[in-house]
Each structure stands twice: as structure tokens, then as C-alpha cells.
């Protein structure tokens, strides 16, 4: 019988991990030490944590060092922080090192990784995803409020929210049984809470950094989606001033590829004026660039 090239039988078994394998799993398969020493002298694996290597033909990405990370930390880790949001392709979050989340009593130390000690085992609340164990939205979400700024934060809350992997009271209850005092994140997210909308999650980044304007000048009277029906179609407003027949409405828009779009949008847009409502726009230059210019601008249609 003809003997598999050991580059073969790595190939073999990492396929399923992206190109990386632990030299147990290689020895385990008909890999010698010292072959695995030799390919790695040659280049054709790499190193990347105590007995964990990677095929160099092998494309590296953020996936490919998370599976290593994995695979060093053991069986009881899970992705978590930015790792675990891209798992559940979260809005805007965009990942650095990969992030591991393990017991409390599991020792690893890595410059390559970002390790986060847990407690409490329960609150992980691992399950799987793509094949890979991943920390449960909410003890990932937490992990995102510490280490994302608060607009970031709330932008990957509100696309789980939209998406029903967590609610505010699921959120809530989290806290009440696992926010120990002092755990990183815990007083950010508690803010971010009191702070949403119980009913409406936001739709865009653009509506959540209009939202942080609107409360950093102290417009804090805004109902969120306003409903407005006309000819048996109801459109939503993203921030109205009833008392004061006011609408701001966000548009991130700068062009329409589709003339269906922009007639929709024209519709949407004339309906306001129906009612009596004055319509005012919080574009994505406004908002990040001049919001000084979009709150005065508010301010006097406010008054008009």
C-alpha cells in the first residue's frame, strides 16, 4: 500500500478547521514528531500556539486564528466579544484578535488572543455556530458594550434585538442573575437599556447615532416610529415631535439604483405634510459631521 506524504494527511485532517490541527490530532493520524518538526522547518506549516500549528498554503483570516485559538484553549472555550458577533453577524462590528472566552480556571496567555476568564460557567451560555462553540448573546453582547464604543455597542444590541436573539427584559434578567458588581461593560449596558426604545429597535446606525444627538442637546421628547396611514398604507417616522408637528426623519441615502426606491421614498416623504407635519432630514453628514448645524436646523422647525 501505497504511504499518504504527511502534507497530505495534515491537508486531510484540517480541512474541516480552516488549515489549522493540533500535533496530538497529527500523531493521532500517522504524523511523526518528527515530520511535523520538519514541515515546520520548511515552511510548510506554522506554529501558532503550544501544539497547535497551521498549513501556510492555507489562506489566514480572523476565522482561521480563531479555530486555532480554540483548539489550544480546549474543549470548555467559546468564541466571544467580536468573534462570537461576527458568528452572529452582527450590524458593524468589525473583529481584531480573535476573542475566547473560557473558565475561570483554565490558564492561557497569548499576545494572539484575547482570553476572557468567566466565573460563572452558566452565564456563557455556549452553543454552537457554524461548527464552532460561541458564548451566548448576551454574555457577547455585555463583552461588546466593554470593549466597543457606545454607539458601536448599541448598534450591535439593536441588529440582535431586530433579529430576536435577545429582547430588553431577556437582557435584563441576564444582568439581575449575572452582573456581578464591577464586571467589565455591566454599568454601560445598564445605561444603554434605560435608554432605548422599549418597542422599536433601530433600524440603521444612522438612527442610533441621531438618536445620541438628539439626547446629547436634550431632545429627549421624540416618539419613536411614529405610524401615519394614507390611502390604506401605513409609513413609520423615525422621530417625531407630535405636540409640535415635527418630523425627523434619517436618510442615509445618496443615490437610488432602483426608480421604484425613489418613488417610494418621495410617497413616504410627501405623507407628513398631510397631517400637518413639517418634515426635517438627518442625513450621515449632518449627523457625524455637523450635528451642531442638524440640532439648530431642528430647533427652528421646532419653534416655527
Known sequence: MQQVAPAAVLAHLSA????????RAAVTAGVTRKQIAHLAATGLIERLHPDVFRLTAATPSHAQRLRAGLLWTGPRAAATGTSAAVAYRL???????????????V???????????ASDVAAMGVRRIGGIPVTGPEYTLLWLAHSLDAAGAEA????????RLVTIPSMQRYLDRFGRRGRPGLATMRALLDALDPDHPARSRLEILTRRVLVAHGLTDFVRELPLTWNGRTYRYDFAFPARRTILETNGRRWHDDASD?????EKWSVPGRFGYRLVFATWDKVTRAPGSLIR???????A
Open 16 to 23: 474541516r478547521d480552516l488549515g489549522v490541527f493540533t500535533g
Open 91 to 105: 450590524a458593524d462590528v468589525r473583529p481584531g484578535l480573535p476573542e475566547i472566552a473560557v473558565p475561570r480556571d
Open 107 to 117: 490558564r492561557a496567555r497569548t499576545d494572539r488572543l484575547i482570553v476572557r476568564h
Open 156 to 163: 450591535a444590541f439593536e441588529d440582535a434585538r431586530r433579529r
Open 262 to 266: 425613489y418613488e417610494r421614498d418621495q
Open 297 to 303: 436646523e431642528l430647533a427652528a422647525t421646532l419653534a
